[in-house]
């Protein structure tokens, strides 16, 4: 006698039945949209690069590639100080990240409390409490002030919503989706004064003013994390890493798969490193035309934040948010709106190339005519 089957839905584990999965931003496929919403670069990799991924496709490609990415962490070593084993390379940080979350956290029992939380500041990188989620784990997301500043640690201490012994803290430096940078003193600081593991999720600090890679060799407890998506010009190929202390290293290491990072994406990183000059360069331009943007944008009702990275955020003039999105995208540019979230009011607005700036400025223009000066902006 065969026993009467589950219901397809029993089969998959409650917690995930839950689940609420990332929502990653539109990859569209209507021709001649300009793409403002992922934060991708626009500037090509640099020739070299693409000569040598070209290359490396032939049959080569039935092989394993390196499995601990050691040529790269050679390389990154050399750039960053400390040694290979300060290093580990993933399949983009965000599998980084999922994997210090598996490293050093407890799924929640009935009793959730500092060994099984995630702590992250809120607005912060959205893929945090889902990551959080999927593990089981408990989620405490600290409310940043309304201008985005990163609270001193007396702040945190007073107001109590800030865990010290929390299993990991994931902090967005410089933050998004503000865009605002923080300073390496005030991290230190918080560094100091956090005794379970602290991530500086550094993925846009190559456009920023300072960057506190030198704290992950200086505390034990304190991983940086770093990808060549966005300054790199190569999300496509999924390369991120985090430095920090052999002993945390070592513990990832453990746990990620034996072949995480493919073999194409480790030779354009390694070629990337290469050419680093290329690269500043575009950092360059890509931080005139958000100065540029950002000027302009204020001169339109627009409520712009200052920012540290490759990507606006800005309060557009009424109607809202949402309206604008629609008649922007109507006009063939499409940039990225958080409804439901604490910046619902504002649009994030990658930094394109200066012919795309006026491309969106131009669409700005068409349908908001009057161009009447908000009077909240600053
Ligand atoms: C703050 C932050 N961290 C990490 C990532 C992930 O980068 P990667 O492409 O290396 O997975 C992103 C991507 O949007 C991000 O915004």
């Not at 999927?134 to 201490?157: K, M, N, Q, T």
């Not at 798969?257 to 354009?268: C, E, M, P, T």
């Not at 394109?352 to 161009?371: C, K, N």
């Amino acid at each position: 006698m065969t026993s009467p089957k589950r219901s397809r839905r029993s089969l998959v584990r409650p917690l995930v039945r839950g689940l609420h999965a990332y929502t990653p931003g539109e990859q569209p496929k209507i021709p001649g949209l300009i793409k403002l919403n992922t934060n991708e670069n626009p500037y090509p990799p640099a020739p070299a690069v693409l000569r040598k991924v070209r290359l490396a496709v032939d049959g080569r490609l039935r092989l394993y590639p390196n499995p601990t990415a050691e040529a790269l962490r050679a390389q990154l070593a050399a750039l960053h100080g400390g040694t290979p084993d300060h290093l580990i390379v993933g399949n983009g940080s965000d599998e980084l990240l999922a994997l210090a979350v598996r490293c050093f956290v407890e799924p929640a029992g009935a009793q959730p409390d500092s060994a099984s939380t995630v702590q992250f500041f809120a607005p912060s990188y959205s893929l945090y409490p889902v990551l959080a989620q999927i593990h089981g784990a408990a989620c405490r997301a600290v409310p940043l002030p309304p201008d985005f500043s990163l609270p001193g640690v007396p702040a945190l201490r007073r107001a109590g919503q800030y865990d010290f012994n929390a299993a990991l803290t994931l902090v967005t430096t410089p933050n998004a989706p503000s865009g605002r940078g923080y300073a390496t003193q005030d991290l230190d600081r918080l560094c100091a004064a956090t005794r379970g593991v602290l991530v500086l999720d550094e993925a846009y600090v190559d456009f920023a003013e300072e960057q506190a890679l030198e704290l992950a060799l200086r505390h034990p407890h304190v991983l940086v994390a770093r990808t060549f998506s966005k300054a790199y010009s190569l999300c496509f190929q999924r390369v991120g890493y985090f430095v920090g202390h052999p002993d945390l290293i070592a513990a990832l290491q453990k746990i990620r798969d034996s072949y995480n990072v493919n073999g194409l994406g480790q030779i354009a990183a390694q070629a990337t490193l290469e050419h680093l000059p290329y690269y500043r360069r575009n950092f360059a331009r890509i931080i005139q035309t958000r100065e540029k943007l950002s000027r302009a944008l204020a001169a339109r009702g627009f409520r712009v934040l200052p920012s540290s990275t490759n990507f606006l955020l800005a309060q557009p003039p009424a109607p809202d948010a949402g309206t604008w999105l629609e008649a922007l995208r109507a006009r063939k540019i499409l940039v990225r709106w958080f409804k439901n979230s604490p910046v619902e009011a504002y649009l994030r607005i990658t930094i394109g190339t200066p012919a795309e700036a006026q491309a969106l400025l131009r669409a700005v223009d068409d349908f908001h005519p009057q161009g009447v000066p908000n009077p909240r902006a600053r």
